[in-house]
């Protein structure tokens, strides 16, 4: 059973910067997208990635400062995420699915990923 594990969240003040991590073990997967919720909103999809040719998309609100990779490690995305802003307070979740990767509609229909992590805090202060 596919499994994803987020990691590297944490407290920062705006302008800083974090790096989270999703792992998948248990299987693999074509692709990943994360996306983040905060208390009172709905989820919003932040990013995503194609694992075979490394295409990248972006939620319109993090263009330009949040940017998501992926390297030799397999099944691993970053999300780097910098000049934060206190709007960027969210949970963070990673998210894939046992069939090929939706990449096109990755982030705009959560509905279609069937594999989610449990979530990482990212909290930005002023």
């Known amino acids: 059973q596919v499994q994803l594990v987020e990691s590297g969240g944490g407290s920062v003040e705006s302008g800083g910067s974090l790096k989270l991590t999703c792992a998948a073990s248990?299987?693999?997967?074509?692709?990943m997208a994360w996306f983040r919720q905060a208390p009172g909103k709905e989820s919003e999809g932040v990013a995503c990635?194609?694992?075979?040719?490394?295409?990248?998309c972006y939620g319109e609100s993090v263009k330009g400062r949040i940017t998501i990779t992926t390297d030799n490690a397999p099944n691993t995305t970053y999300l780097q995420m910098d000049n934060l802003k206190e709007e960027d307070t969210a949970a963070y979740y990673c998210s894939s699915d046992r069939l090929p990767f939706p990449f096109q509609v990755a982030i705009t229909s959560p509905m279609s990923l069937d594999l989610w992590g449990q979530g990482t805090q990212v909290s930005v202060s002023s």
């Open positions: 990635i194609h694992f075979d040719d490394r295409s990248t």
């Open positions: 248990g299987g693999r997967v074509t692709g």
